[in-house]
Nanobody, 113 residues
Framework: QVQLVESGGALVQPGGSLRLSCAAS????????LGWFRQAPGKQREFVAF???????NYADSIKGRFTISRDNAKNTVYLQMNSLKPEDTAVYYC???????WGLGTQVTVSS
């Protein structure tokens, strides 16, 4: 069983930056495809980004050029660096392990002045 714990969510002003972290345990992290999703109030959960075991990445068009996903296999952690944040980025952000289809409980990001 995989356990995922997100952290780093906060209230930030438009144009600001945050870095989210997702700490994983319970399986061989280095072989996992890991992703970030988000769910805004009243909306469905949507894909944000993923990173493969080899470091290849893919991003949703809505955040491309502003967000960067990365991983540190030695720390069993995946990150989401978010820059130039907009009010429409407000959501609960979730980490996902594709291999086991495990999800974390999420971390709240609020972008507001």
């Amino acid at each position: 069983q995989v356990q995922l714990v997100e952290s780093g969510g906060a209230l930030v002003q438009p144009g600001g930056s945050l870095r989210l972290s997702c700490a994983a345990s319970g399986r061989i992290f280095s072989r996992s495809i890991l992703g970030w999703f988000r769910q805004a109030p009243g909306k469905q959960r949507e894909f944000v980004a993923f990173i493969t075991s080899g470091g290849a990445t893919n991003y949703a068009d809505s955040i491309k050029g502003r967000f960067t996903i990365s991983r540190d296999n030695a720390k069993n952690t995946v990150y989401l660096q978010m820059n130039s944040l907009k009010p429409e980025d407000t959501a609960v952000y979730y980490c996902r392990d594709y291999s086991s289809n495990s999800w974390g409980l999420g971390t709240q990001v609020t972008v507001s002045s």
